[in-house]
C-alpha cells in the first residue's frame, strides 16, 4: 500500500497548483476528482476533448494518478457515452480504477444493478476497475447491499471510506464483510457526531484498517480526502495525516 491525496484536499486551488502543494507535502500519488461542478478537470470537458484531458493529466509534477473520483451531471445514455471516454483517458495516463457514487438511497434496486453493470462493460473493455463509493445516503451506506450489488454485478468493487460507517444518524457500522470488494480507500479523521475532524481528534482506527486491508490482500493507495477545514491549516492537517499512515505501513 501507498499513501496518495486527493485534489478535493485543495479546492480552491488551480489544479497545477494543487499538485505542486502536494508535492511539497511530499506526497507521491494523487487522487484526481473529474467534477462537473468543480473548477479541475470536468467529465464534459474529457468528453469533449480526450487529448487536452491527457495534456493535462500528464501535467502532474512528478505526481502517480492513484485514481479518479467521477462526478457528473450527465444523464441516460449521455452518461455512458461521458463514461467510455474517461475510461479511455484513464487508459492512456496509466490510471487503474475509477470511482463512481452508488445511486442515492431509495434508488430502484434492479435500476442501479443495470446501471453498475453498464459501467462495469465499459470500465472492463480499458482494462479498469469501476468502484461505487461507500456513502451515507447512497444505497452503498449499507453493507448488506454493497454485498448483494458486488455479487450481481461481476467485476464491481467498492471505494471505502469508513467516515460514513462512522458519522451517521443510526450509529456506527461495521464494514468488515464487504473489505474483500476494496478497489481504492479514502480516509479522514471523523466522529460518530462530525464527518470530518482535525487529525487525531477522531475515531478512525488507521492500524486496524491497514491490518484489515493487508489481510483482505489490498495492495493500493490510501488517499487523504479531507477538504479543508475553517480555521485550521490544511497544510499542517496534511502533512500530519501522511506522516501517520506511512509510520503505520
Same mark, same amino acid.
Given at each position: ?72 451531471? +450527465? ?9 467510455? *471516454?474517461?475510461? @479511455? #483517458? ?5 490510471? /487503474? ?96 457526531? +462530525? ?9 478512525? *482506527?488507521?492500524? @486496524? #484498517? ?5 489481510? /483482505? ?33
Amino acid at each position: 500500500m501507498f499513501v496518495s491525496a486527493s485534489t478535493e484536499c485543495f479546492p480552491d486551488l488551480p489544479l497545477r497548483d494543487c499538485m505542486e502543494k502536494l508535492v511539497d507535502l511530499e506526497f507521491s500519488a494523487v487522487d484526481m476528482t473529474l467534477d462537473e461542478n468543480g473548477d479541475h478537470l470536468r467529465p464534459s470537458e474529457v468528453r469533449d476533448n480526450l487529448q487536452r484531458a491527457v495534456d493535462i493529466c500528464h501535467d502532474t509534477q512528478r505526481l502517480v494518478i492513484s485514481n479518479f473520483r467521477l462526478l457528473s451531471t +450527465a444523464q441516460g445514455d449521455d452518461r455512458y457515452r461521458e463514461y467510455e *471516454e474517461i475510461c @479511455r #483517458l484513464a487508459k492512456a495516463v496509466k490510471v /487503474s480504477s475509477i470511482t463512481i457514487p452508488s445511486g442515492e438511497f431509495g434508488t430502484p434496486f434492479n435500476e442501479e444493478v443495470e446501471h453498475l453493470r453498464e459501467m462495469v462493460a465499459i470500465s472492463a473493455t480499458e482494462g479498469i476497475v469501476t468502484s461505487m463509493h461507500t456513502h451515507v445516503g447512497c444505497l452503498s451506506q449499507d453493507c448488506d447491499t454493497i454485498q448483494v450489488l458486488c455479487d450481481n454485478v461481476k467485476g464491481l468493487g467498492i471505494t471505502l471510506d469508513p467516515s460514513h460507517f462512522i458519522c451517521r444518524e443510526d450509529g456506527p457500522k461495521s464494514y468488515d464483510k464487504v473489505l474483500k470488494y476494496v478497489a481504492h480507500v479514502y480516509l479522514r479523521d471523523t466522529r460518530q457526531d +462530525a464527518m470530518h475532524v482535525r487529525v487525531g481528534q477522531g475515531e478512525v *482506527e488507521y492500524g @486496524r #484498517l491497514i491490518t484489515q486491508l493487508e489481510q /483482505s490482500g489490498y495492495n493500493r493507495a490510501l488517499t487523504v480526502h479531507m477538504p479543508p477545514l475553517p480555521d485550521t491549516d490544511q497544510m499542517a492537517e496534511m502533512r500530519k495525516i501522511r506522516l501517520l499512515l506511512e509510520s503505520l505501513l
